[in-house]
């Protein structure tokens, strides 16, 4: 039995503990934790102290709970899928995502009407309850199993100028990048990526253990006079996926030399 002598409530004690035995690599990465009766004998602690100190390290995000088979250490390892944030081009002028063929839509996407948030508008340059055009895809990867909420969303007033993006606005982002080029526009991007942890809808449709954040992509197209014309996002558990971008030194304006 390993002795509690430490400051605070007792499963806080007991937590701490197992959070050493865990970094330590007593209790291995994947690995069955002790069972309940074990981890009592082992601390000299009741049933409910030991519970609570998992709940705490439950959220902490070191432990896992898969009910019917019990607590796991969570794993330390590496993304199982990297996705490229790259964007090609064709001779013949189509657009081409680097893995963009890794996803399968798991279900039909859903076409929609919409407004823009505080968020979304910053984004698009628009403001509050200004119309979009909105559409949802449930994405897979079926070598890793790695699900992602995708979403498009596009101003309008672009639609107006664009029949097509009206009329189809669940095409792919690929093919709405050539039809915004064939109506005259030179595209660039940005793209921002923060973190923040799960709604409960997200956490359930992308099936993310506890203590999970979320990855969360935007990449805004912009035209010719930098307006923002179409944005895109991707969110998907942080312990699956990493992104991969491949930087260029931007070229510098030539200095003047004085006369």
Known sequence: MSEIQRPGALYQQVAAAIREAILSGEFAPDSL?????????????????VRNAIAALRAEGLIDVRHGKGSFVRSS????????????????????????DIWQESEEPSAYRTRTTKITGRLLGLG????????????????????AMHRTLIPFEVAEAVPLLAEEPCSHPAEIYRLLTQDGHKLTWTETVRAHMPLPDERTTLQLPDATPILHIARVAHGTDD??????????????????????????????TRT
């Open 128 to 147: 509050e309850e200004e119309a979009l055009f909105g559409c949802d895809r449930l994405l897979v990867d079926p070598g890793t199993g790695t699900r």
């Open 33 to 49: 934790l002790p069972s309940e009766a074990q981890l009592m004998a082992r601390y000299g602690v009741s049933r409910p102290t």
């Open 227 to 256: 307006r923002p014309l179409f944005l895109e996002e991707l969110r998907f558990g942080a312990d699956r996926a990493e992104l991969a971008y491949r930087i260029t030194a931007d070229k510098q304006p030539a200095r003047r």
């Open 77 to 100: 390892g590496q993304p199982v899928l990297t996705i490229e944030r790259r964007i090609s081009r064709t001779t013949d002028g189509a657009f081409v995502m680097p893995g963009g």
